[in-house]
């Protein structure tokens, strides 16, 4: 059966297993947050109140898991990504575990940087694996599938850790995160048992064994590719937006707007929920009409426009509401970035483009939630740290202009 006629359940079984791939990765990218305010955990380490220290937990992991993306995805290419996807999967549960036993900071940091080395490859591995399993009209849905996950897992993912805290301890938060990656494991080993996937360097049957120096050649190729750097430059916007959401809207809600989000917390989720709904609207459009290019860059625009609206909004309701409908616009975007990155680059290249895409949008967007801090801190205005965030996303989605006709 050609495979464009292929649309049951069954043919979607990948992108669902790929997406929970993504939420318990944005689990364990995220959780450890939920520590920061353990006195226990932060005794345990021998760090006390040094919010610094604290805050390396988490740049450290985005830092080796940019790192990663960028100069380890290529391993995508050459060997088999279902195969890769599982090892990679495992490596995380037993980083998990280890965590449990840690008993020392320096101990805790190592493996929060061997976790980001390890996590980094995944969205590279998922999109080669849509790329392979799914046709150019599909490839928005499934990726969009797979993207869920991150707004899926930051509804989920401080509850679960903040569940497991409040009635167990701080090692059994990470016990419960690595018990949940073995679950996923046997998800990928019975769930994508009959997908028949290539090397991405054996993709165009030339018949030859493809070793490292010809898929450095075909990297060259994708390194003089103009519209592949536009969209990863973009990508630093579109990343940057996201960790600026996470990392600060909270807290300038409370602090900046009067919010109380222990009293009110379900306005903490209306943003996810709108991103969520974004991207699937955003998926079902964008395999419609086929406008890439056009829906991932007016979505990041429009993104920025409304977050700067909540920055001027002083009613409540207005300011909930323009915050929700950046999100959602982002999502909308983001839901097409993967279609048009497989657009942009070739087969044979396929995990190292998505990882240097990734990566390198990860990487450089890890400083945000510093620099918009920096800027409170200089300003003592965190309207003007939002606003920067609002105006790092308008002007980031010009950078697709020349792109619009073609793609």
Sequence with gaps: MDSETKTGIKHWIPAVILMICVILAFFDKISIAVLFSDSTFQNAMGIGQDKAKLGWLMTSFLLAYGFSSMFLSFLGDIFCPKKMLFWSVASWGVLMFAMGFANDYSTMITLRILLGLAEGPLFALAYTIVKQTYTDRQQARASTMFLLGTPIGAFLGFPITAFVLAHYDWHSTFFVMGSITFLVLALIVFGLRHLQLKRTVDIEGTGKRVNFKVHLSNTKSLLTNS????????????????????????????????????EFGIYS?????????????????????????????????????????????????????????????????????????????????????????????????????????AIVMQTGSFNLGITFLAAFAVIGSFFLIPLLKRY
Excluded: H
């Design 269 to 373: 989720s209306f943003p996810f929920i709108a991103m969520l709904f974004g991207e699937i609207i955003g998926a079902v459009l964008s395999d419609k009409l086929g406008k890439r290019a056009i829906q991932v860059s007016g979505g990041l625009f429009v993104a920025g426009v409304f977050m700067y609206l909540m920055v001027i909004a002083t009613n409540p309701a207005m300011v909930i509401l323009a915050m929700s409908l950046s999100a959602m616009a982002w999502g909308f975007g983001v839901a097409a970035v993967f279609a048009l990155l497989a657009r942009i680059t070739t087969a044979d290249v396929g995990a190292t483009a998505g990882g240097i895409f990734n990566g390198l949008g990860n990487f450089a967007s890890a400083a945000a939630p510093v620099m918009i801090g």
């Design 227 to 262: 519209a592949f750097w536009l969209l990863c430059i973009f990508n630093i916007a579109l990343m940057t937006y996201l960790w600026g959401l996470n990392s600060w809207v909270p807290s300038y809600l409370i602090q900046d707007k009067g919010f109380n989000l222990k």
